[in-house]
């Protein structure tokens, strides 16, 4: 008995003690929580000293969203989510900074920097110009500058580079992954139904290769944003016409018959000032500006500051984002939901204090019906009296070209891709490929020529392919009606600058597609001057945070995914499986340039 209640008493014991541990590490995870949760509610008060200096380092892809959907770091730890920062933060900080008095320079760490939009670029180097005319110095640092830390460093007054970093300008250029022969081999026919001459975006899964035509066409808008990138560079850097072009083009001899570095290269064409490591850029910037790095007030702190409107008055002009593939139903962190868009625009024109609204579009296009409904809810807020301007960020093609016939008025950036007016459908079939790799064979009967049309596995009926082609013929009219009837053109003139051609927004002005050039600051002034405010504040619309299930779903496609998903994410096959057969749409292959 003793024996028995010995080893009762040594289980309860070893229970009671993994009970206290069980408690124990569920009282410390609740409390951690909560301290986390108090710590982002109230975070601590932070003061700008007098006579700092502002460090801003733009991280990963700029972006033209608002940054209120952007996925916390954390997630992207579990996910393929790249690095983002928001645009309208950056450009808000550099002009808030520029009227501060409290601070007296900009020390610009552009070594995270991966990718921007040339409309971007030029809205943000707009902003240090401005942040320079007030006086203030600007000194631009990186171990490595790739064509967009470049140009944004060509703003500031002092260029360093570490020495064995270089100068990266490859240029612009399109290249896409023809799949027509890997899939004809696989047995998958894709039929493409397309109305617009350069309406190419189906021609990757239909092709072998670029057609001479198109090669030409895409080189005359490339040639149009890479003559504005070196334009400005060659400014901002005092250059000589004709200097960066050279340097580029003697880039290699410099390397490989002078024996230079790539750093070195880059001093000889003026491209960067000088050469220092991080310990020399320390006593550099002590002596410029009276601080080192690890003394300057960081962007993340001063952005905290920041509110999300400014000059307060009785009516309010909201700046709204849309970044994305258009498509119907709800928005995700990166892409446009009609329904989730139409309903901001109806709760911002339902109080009665807006008086305009300013639609700031990134974005390929997508869904024509989509593009149709936002395009609608904006007429119909028109017709309430609120004023609508539309602001074209880095693509604003198809699609979202589709979306800015409902403005008043259309501004863009010089550096803008845009137009791509035209529409497509894409059918994709597999019954040559299930029956004669597997064996599979679909058959059966149906009331109608369109029983079993809507299978993968039937092949397409001289009925359908029919209707398919009117349905995007129709549309593509419809779209030509509207830009038409917007732009206050004759027919006959706008067919040529559609047939799904792309512009940048320099030419997109010129041809009349697009009323004029500017920052969204500009389009917001004309927002202002549309609507005839004279008492008003300027809101930045702030998108709700990323909900669990957009986390969720990020971790499922980025974290989880297998070789098979990426294999198709690569070559794009998983997204010609994503088109809805029989839906028509207005989408550019630059969606996501």
């Not at 010995?6 to 009970?19: A, K, P, Q």
């Not at 679909?442 to 349905?471: F, K």
């Not at 419809?478 to 559609?498: C, H, I, T, W, Y």
């Amino acid at each position: 008995m003793r024996k028995k209640k010995g080893r009762r008493n040594i289980f309860s014991v070893l229970f009671s003690s993994m009970d206290f541990v069980r408690r124990l590490v569920l009282n410390l995870v609740f409390w951690t929580v909560v301290v986390l949760a108090v710590i982002a509610f109230f975070p601590p008060v932070f003061t700008v000293p007098d006579e700092s200096v502002l460090r801003l380092q733009p991280a990963g892809i700029i972006v033209e969203r608002n940054d209120g959907s952007e996925i916390p770091d954390w997630v992207r730890e579990f996910t393929s989510s790249p690095l983002e920062s928001s645009l309208l933060t950056i450009s808000r900080t550099i002009r808030t900074a520029a009227d501060d008095r409290r601070i007296t320079a900009l020390y610009l760490d552009l070594s995270s920097i991966q990718y921007a939009s040339l409309a971007s670029l030029q809205e943000l180097e707009g902003d240090l110009q401005y942040f320079k005319s007030r006086g203030k110095k600007i000194i631009a640092w990186s171990p490595y500058y790739n064509l967009y830390g470049a140009y944004l460093a060509s703003a500031a007054d002092h260029v360093y580079i570490d020495p064995m970093g270089m100068v990266h300008l490859p240029g612009y250029s399109v290249y896409r992954t023809y799949m027509g022969d890997a899939l004809d081999e696989w047995m998958i026919d894709v039929s493409y139904f397309h109305a617009g001459e350069f309406k190419s975006y189906g021609d990757g899964y239909v092709s072998s290769s670029m057609s001479p035509a198109m090669k030409e066409e895409n080189l005359r808008w490339l040639n149009s944003l890479w003559d504005q990138y070196v334009g400005k560079m060659s400014e901002n850097r005092g250059l000589a016409e004709g200097d960066l072009s050279r340097w580029i083009d003697t880039y290699a001899s410099l390397i490989s018959d002078e024996g230079l570095s790539e750093a070195e290269a880059a001093v000889r064409g003026n491209l960067v000032d000088a050469l220092m490591t991080e310990e020399e850029l320390d006593r550099e910037l002590v002596k410029l500006c009276g601080v080192k790095t690890a003394d300057m007030v960081q962007d993340y702190d001063y952005i905290s500051q920041i509110g999300s409107s400014y000059m307060p008055g009785e009516k309010r002009v909201v700046v709204l984002t849309a970044s994305g593939t258009i498509h119907s139903g709800e928005s995700s962190a990166s892409s446009i939901g009609s329904a989730t868009l139409c309903s901001i625009l109806d709760s911002i024109a339902s109080d009665r204090s807006t008086g305009a609204i300013v639609l700031r579009l990134d974005t390929g296009g997508g869904s024509a019906f989509a593009s149709e409904q936002i395009r609608r809810k904006l007429t119909e807020i028109r017709r309430q009296g609120i004023r609508i301007v539309a602001s074209m960020g880095g693509v604003t093609a198809s699609g979202g070209y589709w979306i800015t016939t409902a403005a008043d008025e259309v501004w863009t950036a010089p550096g803008t891709i845009t137009g791509s007016i035209g529409v497509f459908s894409i059918i994709p079939r597999i019954n040559r490929l299930a029956e004669e790799k597997f064996g599979l064979r679909s058959d059966g009967v149906g009331t109608t020529w369109m029983g079993g049309q809507e299978r993968l596995d039937q092949p397409l009926n001289y009925r359908s392919r029919s209707v398919y082609q009117s349905s995007v013929d129709q549309t593509y009219n419809q779209f030509l009606s509207l830009v038409s009837e917007s732009r206050g053109m004759n027919p006959e003139d706008l067919k040529p600058l559609a047939e799904g051609r792309i512009w940048s927004g320099r030419e997109a002005v010129a041809v009349g597609l697009a009323d004029a050039e500017g920052t969204l600051g500009d389009a917001v002034e004309a927002a202002v001057r549309l609507a005839g405010l004279d008492d008003y504040s300027i809101e930045y619309y702030r998108e709700a945070p990323v909900r669990p299930g957009d986390i969720m779903s990020s971790i499922r496609s980025g974290g989880i995914t297998g070789g098979v998903d990426f294999l198709f994410s690569m070559t794009g096959t998983s997204e010609l499986f994503s088109f809805e057969p029989g839906r028509v749409y207005a989408l550019s292959f630059l969606n996501e340039w």
